[in-house]
């Protein structure tokens, strides 16, 4: 399938997804997830009309920023090790894994040496699996409360990763317990800020991610394909 056919696939199914769930198809932003395609693709995904893009590692990313940085928006959607902040400060608008203080840290002092903010989802480890990164759901408003402090960080909101279910629908608690957290330190005025984002869903589950709350979704193969 062409670029253009996925791009318009992805976009029906979204916008069948909103209507089931009573919501507008203009909140819910798509990530195109180009860590496994080359350059070349994700210059035909930018040529498409998309402007986000998620990468996991920096390395990776490296080539396809130094082309085509100007095109789009960056999202660093990967586990973000502490000595990689300073390569990826003014280059990624948004950071989708904040998920410990020492992360907060550097992200704030390279930011302020910088004299730029970082737009930062915190992490949070929803289906309690070893596997995944992220914060614990009870760590989440401590957390929010320790990094309030830090000028440089907006943190706009929460991301999760649920686990691969051959049947999406099992993924729904996950995504809806996400939500409901979320909506929970909006309550408790946890972050400086209310939280308004909801980082959550992939190429296997986001319809579900939508009917949930979604805001932003993150897509690999059924948008990019792989190489």
């Known amino acids: 399938m062409r670029m253009h056919n996925r791009v ?3 976009a029906e199914l979204v916008e069948q997804a909103c209507r089931r769930a009573g919501r507008s198809s203009e909140d819910v932003n798509i990530i195109a997830v180009t860590k496994y395609v080359s350059l070349e693709s994700t210059k035909h995904v930018l040529d498409s009309g ?3 893009i998620g990468e996991n590692r920096w390395q990776d990313a490296k080539a396809k920023w130094e082309s085509l ?3 789009g928006q960056w999202h660093f959607i990967g586990h973000l090790q502490t000595n990689k902040v300073r390569e990826v400060i003014g280059r990624f608008t948004y950071i989708h894994s904040l998920d410990r203080l020492s992360l907060a840290k550097e992200l704030d002092k390279r930011a302020e040496a910088g004299n730029t903010k970082v737009q930062c989802f915190v992490q949070v480890n929803v ?3 070893e596997s995944k990164y ?3 759901p009870e760590e989440a408003e401590p957390f929010l409360r320790e990094i309030a402090a830090y000028h440089n960080l907006d943190v706009i909101g929460l991301m999760t990763m649920a686990p691969y279910e051959a049947n999406p ?3 729904r608690p996950v995504f809806r317990g996400l939500r409901e957290l979320r909506d929970e330190l909006n309550e408790r005025a946890a972050g400086r800020d209310p939280l308004t984002q909801l980082s959550m869903g992939m190429s296997n589950d ?3 991610a939508i009917e949930e709350g979604a805001t932003w979704i993150r ?6 394909g792989k190489e």
């Open 50 to 52: 998309l402007r986000h």
């Open 127 to 129: 289906s309690g699996e």
């Open 8 to 10: 318009e696939h992805v």
């Open 69 to 71: 940085g100007d095109r």
């Open 219 to 224: 897509l690999g193969s059924i948008l990019v």
């Open 169 to 171: 629908e099992d993924t």
């Open 206 to 208: 986001f319809e579900v």
């Open 134 to 136: 992220g914060l614990r």
